[in-house]
């Protein structure tokens, strides 16, 4: 595994974060085609296949996240991520590993919960899929670009350019 810290994150795990991040914000933002689907299954029992298109879109951008998250934790391993920037207070800093680890936790646990509903019929697992974990991952989602700004912006840091261009 990574023996030295990097300065700034390698250019695969750059592209995986975009690519998880515009597939997660695609669906938080574009739920629709599930929706329909969840609704027309509880209402009738039986979707369109417009419906069943829809609802599978938006489950294999789940799947793919989850892929995505697999090969993102493989590449911390080998690569490393570079250390927060000593401008952060401790306690920030504490708080930036919480919510990073809530944030990992989050994009495994949205894709189970939602093909555990999907896929498998549990009611209770698209419920705290489609209720709970959307909730708190908007919010963790929300504190994280909060951060990368607060960095930018406040304490003047490199943390969204070790992201972007490395």
């Known amino acids: 595994m990574a023996t030295t810290t990097p300065s700034s994150f390698s250019l695969p795990q750059r592209v995986l974060h975009w690519l998880t991040a515009a597939l997660v914000f695609f669906n938080l933002l574009f739920p629709d085609g599930m929706n329909a689907w969840n609704r027309s299954i509880k209402q009738t029992g039986a979707a369109t296949a417009d419906q069943v298109a829809s609802a599978n879109i938006h489950a294999y951008a789940g799947i793919a996240v989850l892929v995505l998250v697999a090969l993102r934790l493989l590449l911390r391993l080998v690569h490393g991520v570079p250390e927060a920037p000593p401008q952060e207070p401790a306690l920030l800093r504490l708080a930036a590993k919480i919510a990073e680890g809530t944030l990992y936790l989050l994009l495994v646990a949205m894709p189970v919960t939602g093909?555990?509903?999907?896929?498998?019929?549990?009611?209770?697992?698209?419920?705290?899929?489609?209720?709970?974990?959307?909730?708190?991952?908007?919010?963790?989602v929300a504190a994280h670009v909060l951060g990368a700004l607060a960095h930018q912006f406040y304490w003047k840091t490199n943390v969204l350019r070790r992201m972007t261009v490395g």
């Open 115 to 140: 093909m555990a509903a999907y896929y498998l019929g549990y009611e209770g697992a698209g419920d705290l899929h489609a209720d709970v974990l959307k909730a708190i991952l908007w919010v963790v």
